[in-house]
C-alpha cells in the first residue's frame, strides 16, 4: 500500500505539465495520510461522450472540460461517515482504493459512481523493500525525473453541524508479475502499484463515462520507472 508520496517540486510544473493554476498556498513536498495535498478534478462538462456521439450534426461541439487543482486530506473520507472522530479514524487507512473493487467497496463506490475521479500529480512514491528482512523505505519515480499523474478518487463529506472535509484516495492496480513493483511491500501479500496514467490519457481519464474509466487502471511499464533505496529525511514545502 503506498501511504507516502512527494508532490511536485516546484509551483510552475503544475500549469507547464497538467494545464492547471499554481497552487495558491504552498504544498507539502512529502504527504502522508490525513496530510493536505492537492489533485485535479473536472469543473465543467457540457455533455456526457455518449451525448456527443449521437448529437445532431446542427448542434456545436462539445466544450472540452475545465480543469482545478483543489486542496484536499489525503485519505478518503466516505460521504456516509457519522462523526469528525470516525472520519479521522476510517480516512488513515482509506488512502488507497483497489481499482477491482471501486464499484463494490462501500467506502468508494459512491465516490466511483458520481464520477468523482481526480488526477494526483507527485513526482515520486514510496514503498517498503523487504528483500532483506527489514524494511527498506525505497523512492520510485520516472526514469526521466517528469512529474506522474496518479488516478484518484475524492469525495467532500460535511458533518451534522457543518463541517466539511474534502478529501481522496489513490487507486491501485495488481503488480504480482510486474517486473519492479513486485520487489515491494510485505512478504506473502498480494503486491499493489499506483495507477499512473500515461500523459496522454488526463483529459480522457477524468472525462469518461464509467464502463470506459476502468480501461485507464494497467500497470505502469517497469523500465519506465527507476526505483533508489532513501533515508527517511522530512522535505518542505514548495513556493
Known amino acids: 500500500m503506498s501511504t507516502q508520496y512527494e508532490s511536485l517540486k516546484t509551483a510552475t510544473l503544475y500549469p507547464d505539465v497538467f494545464r ?17 495535498g492537492v489533485f485535479i478534478r473536472v469543473t465543467k462538462t457540457e455533455e456526457t461522450e455518449d451525448a456527443q456521439e449521437t448529437a445532431d450534426a446542427d448542434k456545436p461541439p462539445r466544450a472540452l472540460p475545465s480543469h482545478e487543482l483543489v486542496a484536499g486530506q489525503f485519505g478518503l473520507v466516505p460521504r456516509w461517515v ?6 479521522k479514524l476510517r480516512s488513515t487507512k ?7 473493487t471501486v464499484t463494490t467497496s462501500s467506502n468508494f463506490r459512491d465516490a ?3 464520477g468523482q475521479r481526480c ?8 514503498e517498503d523493500d523487504w528483500r532483506s528482512g527489514k524494511a527498506v523505505p525505497t523512492r520510485i519515480a520516472r526514469v526521466d525525473g517528469k512529474p506522474m499523474g496518479v488516478a484518484g478518487l475524492w469525495e467532500s463529506w460535511t ?53 470506459k474509466a476502468k480501461e485507464f487502471m494497467r500497470a505502469y511499464p517497469a523500465n519506465w520507472l527507476h526505483a533508489n533505496p532513501v533515508e527517511k529525511k522530512p522535505l518542505g514545502i514548495i513556493h
Request: hydrophobic share 45%; net charge negative; aromatic share 8%.
Open 94 to 100: 482509506l488512502v488507497n482504493a483497489r481499482s477491482e
Open 82 to 87: 457519522k462523526s469528525a472522530s470516525d472520519a
Open 112 to 114: 466511483w459512481l458520481a
Open 119 to 126: 488526477i494526483v500529480p507527485m513526482v515520486a512514491f514510496m
Open 20 to 36: 492547471v493554476a499554481a497552487p495558491v498556498s504552498p504544498v507539502e513536498r512529502q504527504v502522508w495520510p490525513r496530510q493536505p
Open 159 to 211: 458533518s451534522a453541524d457543518g463541517e466539511t472535509i474534502v478529501s481522496y484516495t489513490l487507486l491501485t492496480v495488481n503488480a504480482n508479475s510486474h517486473a519492479l513493483m513486485s520487489r515491494y511491500q510485505q512478504p506473502g501479500n498480494e503486491k499493489r502499484m499506483l495507477a499512473i496514467l500515461n500523459e496522454g490519457a488526463y483529459d480522457a481519464w477524468l472525462g469518461a463515462r464509467h464502463e
